[in-house]
């Protein structure tokens, strides 16, 4: 799965930091952004809550492609 932010979309609400600390943090600008090395981590119930709290909906979770 890979882990993503909008930085053209999030405001800086937080909530994803909030609900999500050990992927999600904030930027000195007060941006959401992606905790380094968490962008392609296991998503659990957590950063799909943070995804789903954004409200601007700038978190992206995909999904990982296997090659056919």
């Known amino acids: 799965m890979h882990i993503t932010i909008d930085t053209n979309v999030c405001i800086g609400a937080g909530q994803c930091a ?39 909906q700038a978190i992206t979770v995909t999904e990982a492609t296997t090659p056919a």
């Open 18 to 56: 909030l609900v999500s600390p050990d992927v999600f943090t904030q930027d000195d600008d007060g941006f959401g952004t992606v905790v380094p090395g968490r962008e392609n981590t296991e998503p659990g119930p957590l950063v799909r809550e943070a995804a789903r709290a954004c409200p601007v």
